[in-house]
């Protein structure tokens, strides 16, 4: 308890000065949450191709190996980075901290951050985000907050992802935005697909709202 206490305590301070460093520059980091195969990579690359025109947008890819993710959002024409984690099951705010130095994003960007797939680990690491948004799937059990409350308790905004599976698969909306608001009342719900578009104007006009 110690040891993670003072591993806590030094990732806060680093995420501090993360925060400060792109809130002198305007830059506005969205942490992206999820377990495996929610559906972040589609969401996120769709979104930097919509969003291209309006704002600068960069991003910072989490994996524990490869460069494929990075790769997919490179061919958009958007600034990425990797970071590969290894055994590591998150981000932190010292790979943030490296992350940003190989990126330096433009003044008044938008950094979107996928974290590794994981429910877990990714919410006790502050990294000096503005945000965080946890996403989940239609192919997931209607469940997830209750089994992964620090997880949906942390979270600025869930997305429902895959909308489009719904005739297909037994998932229950309405349930699992009561099973949220039982861990975080006040978070906002966003039911959205990126295969058909459902859903993501109301996600882009979230995301316009992070300054």
């Given at each position: 308890m110690t040891i993670?206490?003072?591993?806590?305590?030094?990732?806060?301070?680093?995420?501090?000065?993360n925060r400060t460093w792109m809130s002198d520059r305007g830059v506005v980091a969205v942490n992206l949450?999820?377990?495996?195969?929610?559906?972040?990579?589609?969401?996120?690359?769709?979104?930097?191709?919509?969003?291209?025109?309006?704002?600068p947008v960069a991003v910072v890819e989490g994996d524990q190996e490869t460069r494929l993710d990075a790769d997919r959002i490179r061919r958009t024409g958007c600034a990425v980075v990797?970071?590969?984690?290894g055994a590591g099951c998150h981000l932190d705010a010292e790979m943030m901290r490296d992350?940003?130095?190989?990126?330096s994003p433009a003044e008044g960007s938008l950094l979107m951050v996928e974290n590794v797939g994981n429910l877990v680990c990714p919410a006790l690491f502050d990294l000096g985000e503005r945000s965080k948004v946890v996403i989940i799937s239609v192919t997931e059990?209607?469940?997830?907050?209750?089994?992964?409350?620090y997880m949906f308790a942390a979270a600025d905004l869930i997305l429902i992802n895959k909308s489009d599976l719904l005739p297909h698969v037994d998932f229950d909306v309405?349930?699992?935005?009561?099973?949220?608001?039982?861990?975080?009342?006040?978070?906002?719900?966003?039911?959205?697909s990126a295969t058909?578009?459902?859903?993501?104007?109301?996600?882009?006009?979230?995301?316009a709202e992070q300054r």
């Open positions: 993670e206490q003072k591993v806590l305590a030094k990732n806060d301070l680093l995420a501090e000065r949450m999820s377990s495996p195969g929610a559906g972040k990579t589609t969401l996120l690359e769709r979104a930097v191709t919509d969003l291209g025109g309006r704002r990797q970071v590969n984690t992350a940003l130095t190989a990126l059990g209607t469940d997830k907050p209750l089994k992964y409350p309405e349930q699992c935005e009561r099973h949220a608001r039982s861990v975080n009342p006040d978070v906002r719900v966003l039911t959205v058909t578009g459902e859903g993501l104007a109301h996600w882009y006009d979230w995301l």
